[in-house]
């Protein structure tokens, strides 16, 4: 049995990954400060991302842009006219709700992509009302952009957006990421870094937040040519594929390979390809896949430059929800960029003999918190048998990799080899020393926070250079000499 979504919040706030942001002065709705483990922990998730899509291929590169850019991007974008989403407010103005959202918890299905007239309709049919028992209002829009002004003078010129995605400057920077780099077709840009969108209803923890970080890539292939170079290496695969065909007739989500998806029709290679990819990231980190599956947007959910999106979701507490949408954006955004900025945009096709604008064949763009809290959900186990939380994160993520333990904290020698130990693995690893409390309990805060070692000195190290390591996962504890401990870590 796994924990609500409060309990959760409460945890990660008890164990210091995660605050409401300025607690003290009674915090600000969607916004968090992450304390030492979870700051730890969202750095390692951060640089385990760019290792395995950046670092580890030549056809993605990355680049670190601003949060706040020239504003007419996001006009280009189509951001600033609607980046938005539907809200009801009650007739009183006491409450105010997304849409989509509110139809979803009270009437039970996905309402994404719905309009106006539609939530209007539904709200009238189903005699929806605020909590208050108000009647609601017309549905409005509500741009989620957050606005500042850049320079001392406030006005329409100085006008400024913080970005709601990463995403944008990849279009931008694309020929000059392309000529420094010296990409061929195809290859992917990436970025990661934070995102504001001012959410009408933050909630669910982190899941749903007003500052928030992303991981996106920008992968572009030639207009004329749809086979995908990687798709062999995944062809086995296994997703469980929740198609249009399959919301439709509201059947559950079926187990099949990713050549069977695409032999059947239900996705292309590329966008097969890049699912396998983004699960496989998951898989590489510990996590259990049948907790996820991979949702195709309904025709009336895409946006009209799109011609396929699936999103990966994960089975929260409070049911599957989006962790990643992976879309196929065609050359809107880069044509979008070229007519605004009136730059030349294209790639020369020596074969071809002409100019080409590429495609976006798949934009992978995932939350950092929302992979977070997936992370946490797959570690999280209330350990009945050791009378406390066990946290069975991948040695990767894990905030800290090794703690040392002197087995008792009053002798020197004793201490002084436990500091030793700790100097020797300071620089490989993320290591702790502690030396407070019974070595039973000092075991438990460790295991409550995921670290997967703990090294132990007693009086037979000071003889015979040797200590213990014990594994998290299993308490086994295993002697051996100091000078061999580094290939006993492994991460
Ligand atoms: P939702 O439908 O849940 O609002 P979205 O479809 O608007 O999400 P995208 O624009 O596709 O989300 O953003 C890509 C990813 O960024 C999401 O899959 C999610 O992981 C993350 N993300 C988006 N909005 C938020 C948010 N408010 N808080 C935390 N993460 C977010």
């Avoid at 044509?335 to 080409?356: A, G, N, P, V, Y």
Wanted: aromatic share 12%.
């Amino acid at each position: 049995m796994t924990i609500n979504i409060d309990e959760m919040a409460s945890f990660c706030k008890r164990k210091g990954f995660i605050y409401p942001t300025a607690e003290i002065y009674g915090g600000l709705a969607g916004f968090f400060d992450y304390g030492p483990y979870g700051s730890e922990m969202k750095m390692n998730l951060k640089n385990v991302w760019w290792k395995y899509h950046v670092r580890s291929r030549s056809d993605i590169v990355g680049i670190d842009g601003p949060i706040i850019t020239n504003p007419t991007i996001w006009k280009a974008s189509g951001h600033a006219e609607n980046f938005a989403d539907l809200m009801l407010k009650s007739e009183d103005g006491s409450f105010e709700v997304r849409a989509d959202l509110f139809l979803e918890e009270k009437l039970g299905k996905s309402f994404d992509g719905v309009s106006a007239d539609e939530v209007n309709k539904l709200v009238a049919e189903h005699k929806l009302t605020a909590p208050n028992g108000k009647k609601f209002k017309k549905c409005e829009s509500f741009n989620l952009m957050f606005t500042t002004n850049v320079g001392p003078k406030e006005n329409d010129k100085s006008k400024a957006y913080l970005r709601p995605e990463t995403a944008q400057l990849m279009f931008a920077d694309f020929k000059l990421v392309q000529e420094n780099a010296r990409m061929k077709l195809p290859f992917g840009i990436a970025q990661m870094g934070r995102a504001f969108r001012n959410e009408i209803s933050p909630r669910n923890f982190i899941f749903r937040c007003r500052e928030f970080e992303q991981m996106e890539i920008e992968y572009f292939k030639h207009p004329d040519y749809d086979e995908c170079p990687f798709y062999k290496e995944y062809e086995d695969f296994e997703l469980n594929v929740y198609s249009i065909e399959h919301q439709k007739k509201n059947k559950e989500a079926d187990k099949m390979k990713i050549k069977d998806a695409v032999k059947k029709g239900i996705m292309q290679e590329w966008h097969a390809y890049f699912l396998a990819l983004e699960l496989n990231w998951f898989k590489s980190l510990g996590c259990n896949m049948k907790n996820f599956r991979v949702r195709q947007h309904l025709k009336d959910e895409l946006a009209h430059y799109s011609t396929d999106c699936w999103d990966l979701e994960y089975n929260f507490p409070f049911g599957y929800k989006e962790l990643e949408g992976i879309a196929d954006r065609g050359n809107y955004d880069l044509s979008r960029h070229i007519e605004f900025s009136k730059t030349d945009l294209s790639m020369f096709d020596e074969e071809q003999k002409k100019k080409i604008v590429p495609h976006v064949i798949a934009e992978p763009s995932l939350g950092v918190d929302r992979a977070f809290l997936v992370f946490l959900y797959e570690a999280y186990n209330d350990d009945k048998k050791r009378g406390n939380i066990v946290l069975h994160l991948h040695p990767k993520i894990a905030p800290i990799t090794v703690a040392v333990l002197p087995l008792v904290k009053n002798k020197e020698p004793v201490t002084n080899k436990a500091k030793e130990v700790f100097k020797l693995l300071q620089d490989d690893y993320s290591a702790f020393y502690d030396e407070s409390g019974s070595i039973g309990r000092r075991y438990a805060r460790m295991d409550e926070i995921g670290t997967p070692y703990c090294i132990t000195i007693d009086f037979d190290t000071l003889e015979d250079d040797t200590v213990t390591i014990r594994n998290r996962d299993t308490t086994e504890q295993k002697r051996v000499k100091i000078s061999e401990l580094k290939k006993e870590l492994i991460i």
